[in-house]
């Protein structure tokens, strides 16, 4: 889809799980000379479920922050990735030539049942970010 340099935003409600892994993805899988940042509507910190899922397939996550959409970057950006619907729908309006994906995956934060069943979800959920990451390029 993209070869050349770009910069990336990748957008969640609170930016605590799945935009972080995204994040921690396509910074590993996608070419060096691209910008990659996530950020939230809302900041709730980083999710310790989603560090700990990140660090089992090597991805050291801990040391990002849960941040605020920043305007300004967004509306520099070649892409966004919006990974639920409140972000998709409460995103700030970008100009047309910033092309948007919308990847609709389950919040692993909303996972329930004990430990193991919740880093299930959490892994499925990282999975399914790293499936798409590599399908940019």
């Known amino acids: 889809m993209f070869k ?3 910069q990336l935003y990748f957008l969640c409600t609170e930016n605590s799980c ?3 892994m995204a994040e921690g993805f396509a910074k590993q ?12 509507v809302e900041v709730h910190g980083l ?3 989603a560090v700990q899922v990140m660090a089992e397939v090597g991805i050291d996550i801990s040391a990002q922050q849960s941040t605020l959409i920043d305007p300004d970057y967004l509306q520099h950006c ?4 919006t990974l639920c619907g409140d972000a998709r ?8 030539s910033v092309k948007k994906l ?11 049942g004990d430990e193991a069943a919740q880093l299930v979800v959490f892994r499925q959920v990282r999975d399914e970010i790293k499936t798409r990451i590599q399908q940019l390029v």
């Open 4 to 6: 050349t340099a770009q």
């Open 18 to 20: 799945r935009s972080q």
């Open 29 to 40: 899988l996608l070419p060096a000379d691209w910008t990659i940042q996530s950020a939230g």
């Open 47 to 49: 999710n310790p479920k």
């Open 78 to 81: 070649d892409l966004v990735v």
């Open 89 to 96: 729908d409460r995103c700030p309006v970008t100009p047309p």
């Open 102 to 112: 919308h990847w609709p995956l389950p919040d692993p934060a909303q996972a329930t």
